[in-house]
């Protein structure tokens, strides 16, 4: 069975930077290669929301909230992908978990909080 676990979050000021990780374990090289991944992000009181995607070929995609600001990337021989969050703001306050897409298979999350 297929886990992920996501790193990386933390406090940081308003116009800061943060890297999340996202590692799948229980998978080959192969299948994770193959997976379609995507970021998401839940603020208290607030819906799951969408935030990015790459595909099994490295296409990017972004939600427009994060577009321009956010890269997605993936390392296959790690088993990772990552999410660069640059010019933070508050509103991006959230616990962000990453997915297969397709798949009911989440991480725990790991929370982002940006000081205004």
């Known amino acids: 069975q297929v886990q992920l676990v996501e790193s990386g979050g933390g406090l940081v000021q308003s116009g800061g930077s943060l890297r999340l990780s996202c590692t799948a374990s229980g998978s080959e090289f192969e299948e994770f290669s193959g997976y379609n991944m995507a970021w998401f992000r839940q603020a208290p009181g607030n819906r799951r929301e969408w935030v990015a995607n790459?595909?099994?070929?490295?296409?990017?995609s972004y939600s427009a909230s994060v577009k321009g600001r956010f890269t997605v990337s993936r390392d296959n021989g790690k088993n990772t992908v990552y999410l660069q969050m640059n010019r933070l703001t508050p509103a991006d306050t959230a616990v962000y978990s990453c997915n297969i897409l397709g798949r009911n298979i989440w991480g725990q999350g790991t929370q982002v909080t940006v000081s205004s």
């Open positions: 790459i595909l099994f070929d490295s296409r990017p």
